[in-house]
């Protein structure tokens, strides 16, 4: 059974940081792309940002210079990194990872239960 827990959401003032993480855990071969995504209310979900296991990024363009995602490979752990928070930042993150379970098996997509980040004064 493959498990994404994720941490580190809250209250932040404007201007503020925080720091998300996303841990992966269970019997994994590999996990190619890890990716945070948010879902505001009343709004879809959307990408934040994604990194391949080679360290490659996409960002959405709301988020550039302000968020950074990182991975540690060896810890099966996704990082984002977010700064310069503003009150439109306020939502559920969830974290996204396409894992694959045994070699010559196609990846599945998997997702964290969610984290509510507020940016509020």
């Known amino acids: 059974q493959v498990q994404l827990v994720e941490s580190g959401g809250g209250l932040v003032q404007p201007g503020g940081s925080l720091r998300l993480s996303c841990a992966a855990s269970?019997?994994?071969?590999?996990?190619?792309?890890m990716g945070w995504y948010r879902q505001a209310p009343g709004k879809r979900r959307e990408l934040v940002a994604a990194?391949?296991?080679?360290?490659?990024?996409n960002y959405a363009d709301s988020v550039k210079g302000r968020f950074t995602i990182s991975r540690d490979n060896l810890k099966e752990t996704v990082y984002l990194q977010m700064s310069s928070l503003k009150p439109e930042d306020t939502a559920v993150y969830y974290c996204?990872?396409?894992?694959?379970?045994?070699?010559?098996?196609?990846?599945?997509?998997?997702w964290g239960q969610g984290t509510q980040v507020t940016v509020s004064s």
């Open positions: 990194i391949t296991s080679g360290g490659d990024t």
């Open positions: 996204n990872a396409d894992i694959k379970l045994h070699w010559g098996v196609p990846s599945s997509d998997y």
């Open positions: 269970g019997s994994i071969f590999s996990i190619n792309v």
